[in-house]
């Protein structure tokens, strides 16, 4: 199985201030279609998880333009570029390259 | 607009059974990949099923031989059979594609 380790654990970001947080896969995620199956998710307290980036670079419909992704093959990043509010919660990165699909342990983002 | 929306959960004791299911609305179940994901009290996400367009299911190794995914092409339904339940089996169920998420059910293995 691919195992995907998220650091930092946790975040705490003054609003306005930019946040960045890593995904690193033990295999790389770059599929011979030329595709690379890392997505990243936020579930926001008491919420489901919701779609940010897939792909590994592209932003999903309605997600703020202050939310990136970048990174190819076993490492990735995903940046905020001024963290409001309402960016609380928990920010997760999931393969989807092979079976099982295993997620990242998530990275908790909370206001200052 | 995409919707998915899971019932079936609940206490059960160890070794019992529950179907979940999944209403799904604004897209097509059969022309979709479809998964359950699970996620334990306070804890992370966990991928637990897929079944693909062409019907292939998928599993996860904790679940495979105990749990079986399936969908009702007539219903636009997705299901969950879980059998044989365990206490680590105690979470929150959802029914999703990556894009969109249902509300999620929850399963409590107790005796």
């Known amino acids: 199985d691919i195992v995907m380790t998220q650091t930092p654990y946790s975040l705490s970001v003054t609003p306005g201030q930019p946040a960045s947080m890593s995904c690193k896969s033990s295999q790389s995620l770059l599929h011979t279609s030329g595709k690379t199956y890392l997505y990243w998710l936020l579930q926001k307290p008491g919420q489901s998880p919701q779609l940010l980036i897939y792909?590994?670079?592209n932003r999903f419909s309605g997600v703020p333009e202050r939310f990136s992704g970048s990174g190819s093959g076993t490492d990735f990043t995903l940046k905020i570029s001024r963290v409001e509010a309402e960016d609380v919660g928990v920010y997760y990165c999931?393969?989807?390259?092979?079976?099982?699909?295993?997620f990242g342990q998530g990275t908790k983002v909370e206001i200052k | 607009e995409e919707q998915l929306v899971e019932s079936g959960g609940g206490l059960v004791q160890p070794g019992g059974s529950l179907r979940l299911s999944c209403v799904v609305s604004g897209l097509t179940v059969n022309s979709n990949y479809m998964t359950w994901v699970r996620q334990a009290p306070g804890k992370g996400l966990e991928w637990v099923s897929l079944?693909?367009?062409?019907?292939?299911?998928f599993y996860a190794d904790s679940v495979r031989g105990r749990f079986i995914i399936s969908r009702d092409n007539s219903k636009n339904r997705l299901y969950l059979q879980m059998n044989s339940l365990r206490a680590d089996d105690s979470a929150v169920y959802y029914c999703a594609r990556l894009t969109i998420w249902g509300q999620g059910t929850l399963v409590a293995v107790s005796s």
């Open positions: 999931v393969h989807t390259i092979q079976f099982p699909w295993t």
């Open positions: 792909e590994a670079s």
């Open positions: 079944i693909s367009t062409d019907g292939k299911t």
